[in-house]
């Protein structure tokens, strides 16, 4: 069981430059979502997802794009960087979407530079 | 609006003493739950302890415990016996059905452990 695997580790773009970031995870969760960690901002949730075909917008969406074909992937595409999005980023996973009871796991995160 | 207040941005604690993190939160919903992660140094996202909106008792995990006072909406994170290890930064979340079961993350607190 590998939970919340991401792919790279590190990352770094040209502005303009487009790329995905991959997640995926192995224990067939319904709810997954991305974040970005900014120092003094806590996580911020880019997109989110409640199961296959199913996405939806966070608070900030802006510059990215996501897609869920399927249970195990929600790769996060930047489509051209900017240096505002030099961030972690956080790919994490969650049983359900209800309010209960429902741990995310998060995976290790990327760590992205645009310069 | 659906917000989480952290307004501690540092703390100190000498080891082996007891420790409160204070986190407030704003819904107007009744169902909702609230977590707190734990981010050592390292990066990951270390999921700590659960409290549900229903739950009639203080939720407890180990040396973790989360005071919970719903009318002042409040979810405190005490640790006790603090020890070296505890040194890192904590995130207190909220999940709630009308925030689409969408997880708000406050902006964290990060706590010194001294020997």
């Known amino acids: 069981n590998a939970g919340v695997t991401q792919t790279p580790k590190f990352q770094v773009l040209k502005t303009g430059q487009s790329m995905t970031l991959q997640c995926a995870q192995d224990?067939?969760?319904?709810?997954m979502s991305w974040y970005r960690q900014d120092p003094g901002m806590g996580l911020r949730l880019i997109h989110y997802?409640?199961?296959?075909?199913?996405?939806d917008q966070g608070e900030v969406p802006n510059g990215y794009n996501v897609s869920r074909s399927t249970t195990e992937d929600f790769p996060l595409r930047l489509l051209s960087a900017a240096p505002s999005q030099t961030s972690v980023y956080f790919c994490?996973?969650?049983?359900?979407?209800?309010?209960?009871?429902?741990?995310?796991?998060f995976g290790p995160g990327t760590r992205l530079t645009v310069l | 609006a659906q917000k989480i207040t952290q307004t501690q941005p540092g703390m100190f604690v000498q080891e082996k003493e007891a420790v409160t993190l204070d986190c407030t939160y704003d819904?107007?919903?009744?169902?909702?739950?609230l977590f707190w992660y734990k981010q050592p140094s390292s990066g990951e996202m270390i999921f700590l302890i659960y409290?549900?909106?229903?739950?009639?008792q203080n939720a407890t995990e180990g040396r973790y415990s989360l005071n919970f006072q719903k009318a002042r909406k409040s979810a405190n994170l005490v640790i006790s016996a603090s020890q070296l290890g505890d040194s890192a930064m904590y995130f207190c979340?909220?999940?709630?059905?009308?925030?689409?079961?969408?997880?708000?993350f406050g902006t964290g607190t990060r706590l010194k452990v001294l020997a």
């Open positions: 224990m067939n969760h319904e709810y």
């Open positions: 819904t107007s919903d009744q169902s909702y739950g």
């Open positions: 979340a909220m999940r709630t059905t009308s925030g689409t079961y969408k997880y708000i």
């Open positions: 409290q549900g909106s229903y739950d009639e």
């Open positions: 997802s409640v199961g296959a075909g199913i996405t």
């Open positions: 994490a996973s969650s049983q359900g979407s209800g309010w209960e009871y429902n741990e995310q796991f």
